[in-house]
């Protein structure tokens, strides 16, 4: 069993920054892979970043350029910064852990609560 809870979300203006946490208990974090979606209302969870155990990455198109994923193994917490915010990046974010590297939600087994996103004009 492994428990996530996210942090950092809030309102900002587009353009502007904002860093994701996402502290792990129980299990040993570092074996996992984990990843960062995101789910705006009236739509499905969407893929957005995920990183490996061996620090292997994979970004959603959309947020290229634009979205960093890092992981310190030591304090158990994943992160992503997000700059060059934009209104459609308004979104409950949600932290998993994978079975292994993926984009497919459904490879995705423990998730946190989620942290809201909201980007103004």
């Known amino acids: 069993q492994v428990q996530l809870v996210e942090s ?6 587009a353009g502007g920054s904002l860093r994701l946490s996402c502290v792990a ?3 040993t974090f570092s074996r996992y892979d984990v990843g960062w979606f995101r789910q705006a209302p009236g739509k499905e969870r969407e893929f957005v970043a ?14 290229k350029g ?26 409950v974010y949600y932290c998993a852990t994978a079975v292994y590297l993926s984009v497919r939600i459904t490879d995705y087994a423990y998730w946190g609560q989620g942290t809201q996103v909201t980007v103004t004009v």
């Open 25 to 27: 208990s129980g299990r």
């Open 66 to 91: 634009r979205f960093t994923i890092s992981r310190d193994n030591a304090k158990n917490t994943l992160y992503l910064q997000m700059n060059s915010l934009k209104p459609e990046d308004t979104a």
């Open 50 to 63: 995920a990183i490996g155990w061996n620090a292997n990455t994979l970004i959603s198109d959309s947020v």
């Open 8 to 13: 950092g979300g809030g309102l900002v203006q």
